[in-house]
């Protein structure tokens, strides 16, 4: 079976109480300034009140307001392997910084099993890198995901930082840590 995707949805979740949906805020998406293939989240615009360009103190991506409670990092394929190797005491320190964040990702677009698979131009042991990921999760308790392309990527990181906005917003107006009523 081959994957097609299909398009995101309007929005990733609707939060409601007693069947009726909740009017709730759109957070503002933040992108720091560093990141040098940025997502693009133009096709998430009805998800985010703004999309803005920031330096962050941590990580990739965040939501405006929460920067010191959810982080997100991203890796391409070529950027996780030199993070693993040439550059593993600086990322290992950049981890150690986000796994004190109550919400925190590792978003790798790339596929887990070409993580896993001989590199082009590189010595680099792809074990040693499937390994280090697995110890990032074990570890430091930092999920990760990986994703097929840029742009299932770019999904997934945009339904996080909007859904840990939402919990967020749910749970500080008092209504709980769950989307509808016997839910999650």
Sequence with gaps: MTAAPVAPPIVPVIAE????Q?????????????????????RFAG???????????LGDYSIAGM???????????????HSCTTDRCVFINRLRRMAQYPNRLLVVTSTLSRVKSPY?????????VTQSLVAVLAGLQIPFLCSETHELGEE???SYLYQVHLYHWLETNDLGRFLADNDI
Excluded: Y
């Design 17 to 20: 109480r007693g069947g009726t």
């Design 47 to 57: 998800w985010f009140a703004g999309i803005e360009r920031t330096a962050l103190k």
């Design 120 to 128: 082009d131009h590189t010595a680099a042991n792809p074990n040693r």
């Design 156 to 158: 997934l990181v945009a």
């Design 67 to 81: 920067e010191d409670m959810c982080v997100v990092e991203r890796k391409d394929l070529s950027d996780l392997i």
């Design 22 to 42: 909740l009017k709730t805020p759109r957070p503002v998406l933040l992108v720091d300034t560093r990141e040098q293939n940025p997502l693009d989240f133009s």
